[in-house]
Every structure is written in C-alpha cells, then in structure tokens.
C-alpha cells in the first residue's frame, strides 16, 4: 500500500510562486508514474500535470504550460510542482497522485493512490 503526502500549498498574492511536494511511501516510488491535479470551489478535479516513471514523458493543461513545472527526485521518492506566474484562476486544493501506468494519464481514474491535498489560494 503507497501512502502519498502533499504539501506546500499557501497564500500567494497573484504573479508569486509556490512549490508543491509530493512524498510517497509503502512502495517503489519508481514504479509509479506521478500526476497532479486541482479541484476548485464546486468544480470537477482537472488535470494540471504528469510525469512518467523515469520523469523522461511529462504533459501539462495548456493554461500551465510556461508557467508550472512537474519533476520528480526518484532517490528522494519526491515529485515536484514548481508554479510561477501564479493567477488568481490557479487557486485550489492541489491533489499528487500515483499511478501503476507508466506514463499516467489525464483522467483521475487512471491513478491508484491520491494524498490529501494542499490549498493554494491566489489574491488579486
């Protein structure tokens, strides 16, 4: 059983940046591939950005593209999510995810074991 752990969410005024951690446990960290996802006030979790198994595949939504930046630290059984240029429409609590694929995927289904969240709240 992997347990995951995300942090670093905070308050940010808008144009900051943050960093999400992501630490996971009970499990070969390098046999997961490793997702991202956010959930706004009564919206449907969406898909922010993934890596794959060796961190060699990563895809982003297109609003993060530029902005956001996915790695992973495998000695560290860690991934990252260093955000920049951060707006207002960014905030929510933010989700890490693993998923036995090894590229992951977009689709919240397609990952196996999800931390508790991290709000990230952006001020105007």
């Known amino acids: 059983q992997v347990q995951v752990v995300d942090s670093g969410g905070g308050l940010v005024q808008a144009g900051g940046s943050l960093r999400l951690s992501c630490a996971a446990s009970?499990?070969?960290?390098?046999?997961?591939?490793m997702g991202w996802f956010r959930q706004g006030p009564g919206k449907e979790r969406e898909f922010v950005a993934r890596?794959?198994?060796?961190?060699?595949?990563?895809f982003y939504l297109e609003s993060v593209r530029g902005r956001f930046t996915i790695s992973r630290d495998n000695a560290k059984n860690t991934v990252y999510l260093q955000m920049n240029s951060l707006k207002p429409e960014d905030a929510a609590v933010y989700y890490c995810a693993a998923s036995l694929d090894p590229y992951g995927s977009g689709v919240p289904y397609d990952y196996d074991y999800w931390g508790q969240g991290t709000q990230v709240t952006v001020s105007s």
């Open positions: 009970g499990g070969t960290f390098r046999r997961y591939a």
């Open positions: 890596i794959s198994r060796s961190g060699g595949s990563i």
